[in-house]
């Protein structure tokens, strides 16, 4: 899929003119969003993985016993 990826622009924050990146950041404040919930989803993005993983692994030991 490569013509795929190549139709996508990828916007990175730091790159954004600085009135976007505070209008941006007062959004998110207003919504409770902040660096810890940013933390809790991180976390809680591992632990989600960890599990499929997990649950993997012990579908091909009952496939390869």
């Given amino acids: 899929y490569p013509q795929l990826f190549a139709l996508i622009n990828v916007l990175v924050f730091r790159d954004l003119d600085s009135n976007v990146q505070k209008g941006f950041n007062k959004f998110l ?3 409770g969003i902040d660096g810890k919930f940013g933390s809790f989803i ?3 993005m ?3 993985e960890q599990e ?3 649950d993997g692994l012990e579908m091909s030991r ?3 016993p």
Avoid: C, M
Wanted: no cysteine.
């Fill in 62 to 64: 009952a496939l390869f």
């Fill in 46 to 48: 591992y632990h989600k």
């Fill in 29 to 31: 404040k207003t919504r």
């Fill in 52 to 54: 499929s993983i997990q």
């Fill in 42 to 44: 991180l976390t809680y």
